[in-house]
């Protein structure tokens, strides 16, 4: 977050060229890219726990 942050700043700035901020921006696209899939998987593995702790909590029907 903190160099997407400092890549809009850059990209912001009078001085940044064209050429640049074309790279900037691939740049950006990747860590956002890269920040949706380790988002997208830490919610999967809080997915499975959720699903693990309600299993544990059901009371099984043969009691």
Do not use: F, G, W
Request: negative net charge.
């Amino acid at each position: 977050m903190n160099r997407l942050e400092a890549i809009l700043d850059q990209m912001q700035q009078p001085e940044t060229t064209l050429a640049e901020s074309v790279k900037l921006y691939a740049e950006a696209a990747s860590l956002t890219e890269y920040c949706r899939n380790t988002l997208e998987k830490a919610s999967l593995q809080l997915d499975e726990i959720d699903a693990k702790c309600a299993e544990a909590q059901t009371p099984e029907a043969d009691h």
